[in-house]
């Protein structure tokens, strides 16, 4: 790469990994490639264990890869990471705050190592989420946790959020509230967010756009609105030993007797008349959600692995 | 290396553990002045005392302070902060050994200012050589610690330690120069103290080599 082209690429992505695997004994991160552009709200969704954590854990450098490049913020991770970590915000599910010790003596923690640290966003931020400065952390409730976490995170205002399940198991309440801050953090153009879930409903309210993960491998990845706009569930009707013809990126859902279920990942007009031709009485087509998007995709893509 | 952040780290860590430090800085004092009371039965319990409090507050704050932190997922949250894998293990195996080195040093003084002023002179040499044996004992815990994170293998390794204290401490009462020393009044340096001593302290530094050595080079941490 060139220095130009690494130049344009540092201004172009807040984060990017480029052929990234890493192996366990159980589990194999194979040959992820992706970039989030600056001022960009990416959603990296995947079912449970399918790579999301251990890819941000690599894009934050606490797990290194076996092979691949990982850059964050304009700096290679595996030699900046400490710096790098100065522009970045991780939140995970998986992590927590001293038991014993006020959310206030975290406060105090965290600002000791942030110069960007912003006191009165803090404050505003405590009054925003309900907390109280001088509770201990033993006594929080998981909402009242998370929000906590995020208010650590937030007030040294981190240029890239790299958020792993934030709203796991959060009450309707508490996730409007986070997602509804997270909302406000995006209106700042240069601000980026990589925001992981299963749960593919808060993912689809605040992404521009969406990676899919399953089994270590990205199976697709695209801008929001081209998913939802080109996959179409189509509903038919078709005699009994109906054989559905081959069209690209068509796939049988599920079929009961004469009743079929398909999804087409890049829905024309062409895919009805070539059903019809077929024999097929088409009775609905319509958009579908993230949701069976995201399970199409995942169920695609195990069957090509099978294959 | 970031000292700045290392400095923090030390400092929150040394916050964190101020209730254990506290408590151990006291009940090794206390031991201290038990073993030094002129009555045998009272100072030979002290001393068992000493020497437990020494064992407990190194399995204790290696479990608190380094353990805990993988088991209770506070760690991420450190590590997701702008300091380097290699800030944080030197931040923690220097928290690990100042806390620990406070009561040691403190008891082993106490003992030592006591065992002097009380004429009991020629026995302050073998202080030096069972304390080094505790800290050597708590430094080969720390190295297990780091390196298998496991509770189980850094207490198998005190119990370790705990059967070659009574060995060791058998062997230096049974030398007949070191029980001539410990009787009389003027300070000597048996030839088998000091051959302890300077074993000892070469199985402090190599430790210490080993564990930083193992921190330097790991990849992951979590």
Known sequence: ???EMASSTETEFAASLQGVSKSYRHFKLSNVDFAVERGAVAGLIGPNGAGKSTTMRILLGLVHPDTGTVMAMGKPISSSEASAKQDIGYFSDDMRLYKPESIGWHMQFVRSLYPTWDDNYATQLLDRFGLIEQQTVKGLSHGQRVKAML????????KLLVLDEPTNGLDPVAKHEILSELMQVVQDDSRTILYSSHNTQDVEQISDTITFIDRGRVIASSNRDAFLDQWRRIQLQAPEGWQMPEIEGVRTESSYRSLHVLSASQYCDQISTHLQQSGAVIETVKPMTLEEIFVSIVMRGREANQS | MNLKAIQILFLKDLFLSRRQLFAYFVGGLAASALACTPNSTVSFIGFILVITVAIAAGIH????????????????FVMSLPVSLLDYSMGKIAVVMTTYLIPWTSMLACLVIATMTMGKQGSVVVLPAIFLFLLCSFLLQLVTA?????????????????????????????????AEVVKGNIVQWPVMVLQMIAIELLIICLALVVAILFQFRRRDLV
């Open chain 1, 1 to 3: 790469m060139t220095t």
């Open chain 2, 146 to 178: 780091v390196i298998s994170e496991s509770t189980g293998w850094t207490i198998c390794v005190m119990v370790g330690g705990n059967i070659c204290l009574n060995v060791f401490l058998m062997k230096l009462f049974q030398d007949p120069e070191v």
């Open chain 1, 151 to 158: 208010l650590l995170i937030l007030a040294r205002r981190p």
């Open chain 2, 61 to 76: 704050l290696i479990g608190t302070l380094m353990l805990a932190e993988s088991t209770d997922q506070t760690r991420m």
